[in-house]
């Protein structure tokens, strides 16, 4: 579920930061770029982890007027720029992987689960939930909940109802071009990689827009599903 990726990046970094300890700026720059974003094929990064290696800051001599402009700084900005390498503390679910976490918005179509630091999890259904008894699965349109039904009783899907599911799939999908540039490195350095965020960024932001990760998982095995079903012994 989580993992250490090492990456190597040109971090700019603004005059108005030279006061701070290097490591300090370099951390909060490497943040701000990665935390919170999806990166393709490697997963969500969730935060810098350490700072292994930096270079000497290469300094524009003009001074620009705000933080804001240092990621698209233009020569003689006054912009520090510093090679470092890194690790990043990273999110990637595997096929099979179980997962525990609370049911979000639900439709006629299916369910979300949200995790505390991720909510693009997909169950469909009827399928995902009810393998092969269908006919026992029903969408309550007003309540707007899936109920399944067996052996006289009604079990709810019920929203905000802690739970258990398999992941089944990955979906990764393009972001749109247009907000920024990062290369990838260490030993899985990868010119693709590199291609991919110059021509779209590719670091989409989790949460806002179209998810360019998401999980389809399914919740129709025993022990899956919500916890209260399932006894501690």
Not at 69 to 85: E, K, L, Y
Not at 103 to 119: H, K, P, R, T, V
Not at 122 to 143: I, S, Y
Not at 198 to 224: F, H, I
Request: with cysteine; charged share 25%.
């Amino acid at each position: 579920m989580f993992l250490l990726s090492t990456l190597s990046d040109t971090i700019p970094l603004h005059p108005t930061t030279f006061t701070h300890p290097t490591l300090t700026a370099l951390t909060d720059a490497l943040n701000a770029r990665y935390a919170n974003k999806v990166i393709p094929h490697l997963g969500v990064c969730l935060s810098l982890y350490d700072i292994q290696k930096t270079s000497s800051g290469l300094i524009n001599p003009t001074i620009t007027t705000s933080p804001l402009d240092a990621p698209n700084a233009a020569p003689g900005s006054g912009i520090a720029h510093v090679n470092a390498t890194f690790r990043l503390l990273i999110f990637r679910a595997f096929r099979g992987e179980i997962l525990e976490g609370v049911i979000g918005d639900s439709d006629d179509a299916g369910l979300a689960i949200n995790l505390e630091f991720f909510q693009d999890i997909r169950v469909n259904a009827p399928d995902g939930l009810f393998r092969g008894q269908g006919d026992k699965a029903r969408w309550d349109a007003r309540e707007k909940v899936w109920i399944w039904r067996t052996g006289g009783d009604d079990f709810f899907f019920d929203k905000h109802e802690r739970v258990r599911c398999r992941v089944e799939e990955e979906v990764w999908v393009d972001v749109p071009p247009g907000r920024a540039e990062a290369r990838r490195g260490g030993e899985e350095e990868d010119e693709g990689f590199e291609a991919a965020l110059k021509a779209g960024d590719g670091r989409g932001e989790v949460g806002t827009g179209e998810a360019s990760y998401r999980l389809v998982a399914r919740m129709d095995q025993p022990g899956l599903g919500q916890l209260s079903w399932w006894s501690d012994d």
